[in-house]
């Protein structure tokens, strides 16, 4: 199963590579002259010493000859070295920036769902430790494996032409080699898979602690945060020691069989040479070429760790890559149109959980202009809603139109585009307070922009920051606070002017001297648009033109604030406990 695993990742990985083709020959074609020149400078290393080694027979244009094919090898083998060096260090980064961008280009094709069951900071991680993982490897393939692979077989070639005995002697060592490495390489496989994941794990508690830093400190999880970090770096520390000792354990060995091979190769070349006629020269060349020949075996060894981790980090790589995907649009899927606004949830049934039905029998109906507030308690179903109607989940069951169109056969982008969403968590990405804003609205006039910020009550604050819409927004927001950071998503939307909103507790970190103005300037923007306010604060929906009250993914009430509050229901119970306990 490690080997299958082992043999796709490779298989993929070199697909992925073939996209280098050209720039991969070059650099295995340099690898190649490097190590051919190698083997023959250790070719004429023994020529030069038969040249000198007779006493009074020192044939000086010989040696010249000799000395200046010696010193163009060594010239060749510097400069394509260099070659290599340069040209696979680019083969890996390119692969590696490839294995980004696929995987980035991934993200944007995986369902929500995907996010809420996985840790952020190990998805971040197969984007920064792992494609780093796999170039590192990949560098030191091209540089050590591939031109080992030509070391050996050209001073195979050559060694069989000077002496086919001592040669064998050499052969003899290298099984020996082979049988550690393979040996280790299934012990170890699993272990260094272990290690990425826990490499993975400790980068998405670092995030999520350092993301959320002061409600650590606000809830005094200092202590215990420590503590749950040493538990996942010990993980770590004992899956990164289990695997690297084994890997750790090739390259004395193997370095072992090459010191008993070059003093078998002395042994018998000093034999041969007394008793033979050997020439000095070939026994230096063969003393030269027992190192050269065992080299890659030993470097193989030594870099066995890497490539095991790199095996491991492709592993979770293409996981991720092979992960399904969102169902796409159907063939004939339409635009949105010119949009109404009218939304219809008929017989809508939804779970997460196929053993837990959350959401059984939903309908309701928003003409075109309605302002629809959704309140119940947490886990009601209120913000699984929302969800479904922005197709971030499919229904389970019956169906959603809107304008009368079943949001199925509508293109994705084009239904969300239909919307404006301002959400209970802020999103600001690093960049301008003006660039955060027109990310709704690009085309907007500077005019349009402060008019959407004055109606956003966000103008005033901007405007008395250091650097006014052009002051920089760093860390997602951490220079303003949470109250800033709402009113500039609010100003977002507001500048997009979509045709149908939602609001998921777009309220929630403002004052309330603020929100009134916000509730103000949102009944401007919702004037003429069907409008979907998800709200704990009953405040925030008094006005809306129906209330639908939820409980277990069931509407359980509806009607307006007046009339639900007359019923002395659910609605009623939970109005009084927010405004008459006081």
């Known amino acids: 199963m490690v080997k299958s695993k082992k043999q796709t990742a490779f298989k993929k990985l070199l697909r992925l590579i073939s996209g280098s083709g050209i720039l991969l020959a070059v650099t295995l074609l340099c690898a190649a002259v490097t190590s051919i020149a190698s083997v023959l400078t250790t070719l004429y290393i023994g020529k030069t010493i038969d040249i000198v080694a007779g006493e009074g027979n020192v044939d000086f244009g010989g040696l010249a000859k000799a000395l200046i094919i010696l010193a163009v090898l060594y010239g060749l083998f510097s400069v394509f070295q260099w070659f290599v060096s ?17 995987l980035f280009s991934k993200l944007g094709r995986l369902p929500v769902s995907y996010f809420d069951s996985h840790r952020h900071g190990d998805i971040v991680s197969r984007f920064t430790n792992d494609a780093d993982s796999v170039s590192d490897a990949l560098s030191l393939t091209v540089t050590s494996l591939f031109p080992g692979l030509v070391t050996v077989l050209s001073a195979l070639i050559i060694m069989l032409g000077l002496d086919v005995g001592i040669t064998l002697v050499i052969l003899l060592a290298t099984p020996f080699c082979f049988i550690v490495a393979y040996l280790v390489a299934r012990f170890s496989q699993k272990t260094f898979k272990r290690q990425q994941e826990a490499v993975g794990s ?9 993301g959320n830093e002061k409600v650590v400190k606000a809830l005094g999880y200092e202590e215990k945060s420590v503590g749950r970090f040493k538990e996942i770096n010990a993980a770590l520390y ?9 890997s750790a354990i090739v390259n004395p060995v193997t370095r072992f069989v090459d010191h008993t091979s070059y003093m078998l ?26 190192a050269q020949f065992s080299k890659p075996f030993n470097e193989m060894s030594s870099i066995m760790g890497n ?31 010119e949009v109404r606004g009218e939304i219809k949830f008929d017989n809508v049934g939804f779970s997460y959980d196929p053993a837990r039905p959350l959401i059984e029998g939903l309908s309701l109906f928003a003409a075109p202009g309605n302002v629809i507030a959704i309140v119940g308690p947490t886990g009601a179903g209120k913000t699984t809603i929302v969800n479904l109607l922005m197709r971030f989940y499919e229904t389970g069951g019956g169906r959603i139109t809107v304008d009368g169109t079943d949001i199925r056969d509508i293109r994705r982008d084009a239904l969300r585009s239909g919307f404006g969403m301002v959400l209970q968590d802020t999103w600001l990405f690093d960049g301008t307070v003006r660039e955060n804003i027109m990310y709704g609205n690009p085309g907007a006039s500077e005019r349009e922009l402060l008019t959407a ?9 901007i405007k008395n920051l250091p650097d006014g819409y052009d002051a920089v ?85 509806t009607g307006t604030h007046r009339e639900l509050l007359r019923a002395k229901g659910f609605y009623s119970e939970i109005y009084r406990s927010q405004f008459e306990q006081l």
């Open 86 to 102: 340069v040209l696979a260090n680019k083969l890996a980064y390119k692969t590696s920036m490839d294995l980004r961008l696929k």
């Open 202 to 210: 400790l980068s998405a508690f670092v995030s999520e602690i350092v």
């Open 238 to 246: 004992k899956a990164g020691k289990t695997a690297h000792f084994a």
């Open 265 to 290: 190769v002395g042994v018998i070349g000093g034999i041969s040479a007394a008793a033979y006629g050997i020439s000095a020269g070939t026994v230096s060349s063969f003393l030269i070429y027992s």
């Open 307 to 337: 490539i095991q981790t790199a095996f491991a980090a492709l592993d979770r790589i293409f996981e991720l890559l092979g992960e399904e995907e969102e169902t796409g649009d159907a063939p004939d899927a339409s635009e949105l149109g």
């Open 453 to 461: 910020c004055e109606n956003a009550q966000a103008h005033s604050f």
């Open 473 to 557: 927004i760093t860390g997602g927001g951490e220079n303003l606070s949470n109250g800033q950071k709402q009113l500039i998503t609010i100003a977002r939307v507001m500048l997009a002017n979509p045709r149908m909103l939602i609001l998921d507790e777009a309220t929630s970190s403002i004052d309330t001297l603020t929100e009134i103005w916000v509730q103000r300037a949102f009944g401007k923007l919702m004037e003429g648009r069907t409008s979907f306010i998800i709200a704990h604060r009953l405040s925030t929906v008094v006005s809306a033109d129906l209330i639908l009250v939820l409980e277990g993914g069931r509407i359980v009430e």
